[in-house]
């Protein structure tokens, strides 16, 4: 996976302990006793706090976390260094050593946050007994668990780029750069469709904005279907923040050269952000289902910790999946063809102009898309099936009407993203391919992230009401201003 001539670098040596040959078979015996001593010892601290409820506790929920990083901690370094002691081979390929020094950052900036939200946690607990529950509620502590993961992950991230970067001499790739094509329009056109796509960028923004404002403002919307959505609109922001600004500036400037870094930055949270709205549709079609098909126990399922846990582990699944995009891409030879047929740096694209191997790329493209396209489409195509099947039960068309009232507006936004999705990989054009590529991206880029704001506000009521309450304290607001001048 990696030619010859990308780096002179293929593995490193590890120097190991200081320790003499003759002292080898002691000290493997001692770090073996250790990492066992280690590994049981903190699962079975897991073990307890998981069966006695007198630990489900906030701290005994920081502790049982606090373990297992423990016992991630001592398996990033420990096994491997018991396998060089025991048969001498201490090499160890360019890719293990950046995925080994990816999560000793990982567990090492863990350790630092969960030590730091169990003091917290103590200081609430000494300094607030009384209110003690009310603040470190279940809500807040899984929010400080998943930041503290989403955070060392971001910090391992930025290492292992920068470390792969160093990694690339000048005689790696002849490219240093890319020429991003852009879209398939004539150049007395550009003037026109820079003025569209502007208008188009800022509508999403600030129709985005608006639906995120609107649901921190109103308490009625202080529900999980616009918890998700909230969450929906602030990744929609960012999936066309990605693209649209950069293909602006290529339309009003005519440079489309973009550097390598930006090139691979631009990729990694195009991937990230794809797979974030993929999520959390998932999570907003289940949220419906519970809501119709369980509606007795709906704030018993859908409770505060589970909303934010389906949050949080949607960005940490698409962080992981752009991560393993962008580690195996920055391993990969360009040669002297720097053009990319589109307006941003597309993966595929990517690929097609790599003179190395990509064979292994390709099948983690298929693998990983499989499981964040497709699974989460299967989830969402049988939670409306129990959806129907429970709304065809109802006896009244006011109980009908009123159930699809519920799920219609995200149901709307499944059918354009998915249905753009599925005509773009599933149905390609044999005849202009790439132009018609080109325009479904741009149709689940720029359209859809435009239009989820109108489809919530226009088929919501309570959206409505949302609006029209922020627009009557609006006018109020400048009436009183108006007065007092």
């Not at 409770?303 to 391993?331: K, P, Y």
Request: aromatic content about 12%; charged content about 10%.
């Amino acid at each position: 996976m990696r030619p010859e001539n990308q780096s002179s670098v293929s593995h490193f040596l590890l120097r190991g302990l200081p320790i003499w040959p003759e002292q080898q078979g002691a000290f493997f015996a001692l770090f073996l006793g250790m990492y066992l001593t280690t590994v049981l010892g903190n699962l079975l601290l897991i073990l307890l706090i998981r069966l006695d409820t007198r630990l489900h506790t906030p701290m005994y929920f920081f502790l049982s976390h606090l373990a297992f990083s423990d016992i991630s901690l001592s398996s990033v370094t420990v096994p491997r260094m018991l396998m060089d002691m025991q048969t001498q081979d201490q090499s160890i390929p360019y890719a293990g050593c950046v995925t080994q020094m990816y999560f000793f950052i990982v567990f090492n900036a863990l350790d630092n946050f969960l030590l730091t939200s169990m003091a917290y946690d103590r200081y609430v607990a000494i300094c607030h007994p009384l209110h003690y529950m009310t603040i470190m509620r279940e809500g807040l502590c899984i929010l400080l668990v998943t930041g503290s993961w989403l955070l060392s992950c971001a910090c391992a991230l930025s290492h292992t780029l920068l470390f792969a970067q160093l990694m690339r001499p000048e005689n790696q790739s002849s490219v240093s750069h890319f020429l991003l094509r852009g879209l398939p329009i004539r150049p007395e056109q550009q003037g026109a469709f820079f003025a569209l796509f502007l208008a188009m960028y800022l509508t999403t923004v600030l129709g985005n904005l608006l639906l995120i404002l609107l649901i921190r403002l109103d308490a009625r919307l202080h529900t999980p279907m616009y918890f998700f959505l909230s969450h929906l609109a602030c990744s929609d922001i960012c999936f066309s923040s990605v693209t649209v600004p950069k293909m602006l500036v290529n339309m009003q400037t005519q440079d489309q050269s973009i550097p390598y870094a930006g090139c691979v930055a631009q990729m990694y949270f195009f991937i990230v952000f794809t797979g974030l709205d993929n999520f959390l549709l998932t999570s907003m079609a289940y949220d419906r289902y519970v809501a119709i098909c369980h509606p007795l126990h709906y704030m018993t399922i859908m409770r505060e910790g589970l909303c934010i846990l389906l949050v949080t582990g949607s960005w940490l699944l698409s962080c992981v999946c752009a991560l393993s995009h962008t580690l195996l891409l920055t391993q990969l030879s360009f040669c002297d063809d720097n053009t990319i047929p589109h307006f941003f740096c597309d993966l595929g694209a990517l690929l097609k102009l790599s003179c190395s191997d990509t064979s292994f790329n390709e099948l983690l493209i298929f693998t990983l898309g499989l499981a964040g396209v497709t699974l989460p489409l299967i989830c969402i195509l049988i939670s409306y099936g129990r959806i129907g099947a429970t709304i065809l039960k109802v006896p009244s068309t006011k109980g009908i009407c009123k159930a699809l009232s519920t799920c219609g507006s995200h149901l709307t936004v499944v059918s354009v993203y998915y249905g753009t999705i599925i005509w773009l990989y599933f149905f390609p054009s044999s005849n202009n391919s790439n132009d018609n590529n080109i325009i479904a991206t741009v149709m689940y880029t720029v359209v859809t992230p435009m239009l989820n704001p109108f489809i919530y506000s226009l088929r919501n009521r309570d959206m409505k009401g949302a609006l029209e309450k922020l627009i009557n304290r609006a006018i109020v607001l400048c009436h009183d201003i108006r007065s007092s001048l």
